[in-house]
T-cell receptor
Framework: DSGVTQTPKHLITATGQRVTLRCSPRSGDLSVYWYQQSLDQGLQFLIQYYNGEERAKGNILERFSAQQFPDLHSELNLSSLELGDSALYFC?????????????FGEGSWLTVV | AQKITQTQPGMFVQEKEAVTLDCTYDTSDQSYGLFWYKQPSSGEMIFLIYQGSYDEQNATEGRYSLNFQKARKSANLVISASQLGDSAMYFCAMREHNNAGNMLTFGGGTRLMVKP
């Protein structure tokens, strides 16, 4: 158990809908990362937050947004869903931003868009 | 250019034998970290081992060791005494010191299959 908690574990929804994925980082971790893993794109970095503020953006679509709350949990909002958004979405966390800080991953949220 | 390259899409290894999974990386940073993760078929991403760019000794964690060759920019994972439970996808990743953030960049992965 990495200590990173993600909900829901599985989600099936229709095209055009909106979903919210939730993440609780490891106790004491200030950085939260979101990654998308799909068969054709591999593991893609979406966005990073550090202590409530956006720190870095990767290949995140405009239909997607995220935030980190004062209690450090984070949510990833996916809207106007398309079939191609079906993927495994990971949340990860680390203590800080140093290159030596290990990033621990949650078990992922499997999203299927039908 | 690819930052992390894993050239072996799939590999077989006999149970109890050692196996090396290749990883090469590309960075102009002096300070960076290299990580290996295991992803079993259930999907979770499990941290295995870390090597810092300034570490002089190769990292080891139980049956896992990292063969770090800085001049060649390679960070191969060695698994000794393979077990059936080692069958999984393995990802090499790099974390660079970067003002914009410190996310991990992943390679394409290697699927390891352990034969009984």
């Amino acid at each position: 158990d990495s200590g990173v908690t993600q909900t829901p574990k599985h989600l099936i929804t229709a095209t055009g809908q909106r979903v919210t994925l939730r993440c609780s980082p490891r106790s004491g971790d200030l950085s939260v990362y979101w990654y998308q893993q799909s068969l054709d794109q591999g593991l893609q970095f979406l966005i990073q937050y550090y202590n409530g503020e956006e720190r870095a953006k990767g290949n995140i679509l405009e239909r997607f947004s995220a935030q980190q709350f004062p209690d450090l949990h984070s949510e990833l909002n996916l809207s106007s869903l398309e079939l191609g958004d079906s993927a495994l979405y990971f949340c990860a966390s680390s203590v800080g931003g140093g290159t030596g800080n290990t990033i621990y991953f949650g078990e992922g949220s499997w999203l299927t868009v039908v | 250019a690819q930052k992390i390259t894993q050239t072996q899409p799939g590999m077989f290894v006999q149970e109890k034998e050692a196996v090396t999974l290749d990883c090469t990386y590309d960075t102009s940073d002096q300070s960076y970290g290299l990580f290996w993760y295991k992803q079993p078929s259930s999907g979770e991403m499990i941290f295995l081992i870390y090597q810092g760019s300034y570490d002089e000794q190769n990292a080891t964690e139980g049956r896992y060791s990292l063969n770090f060759q800085k001049a060649r920019k390679s960070a191969n994972l060695v698994i000794s005494a393979s077990q059936l439970g080692d069958s999984a996808m393995y990802f090499c990743a790099m974390r660079e010191h970067n003002n914009a953030g410190n996310m991990l960049t992943f390679g394409g992965g290697t699927r390891l299959m352990v034969k009984p």
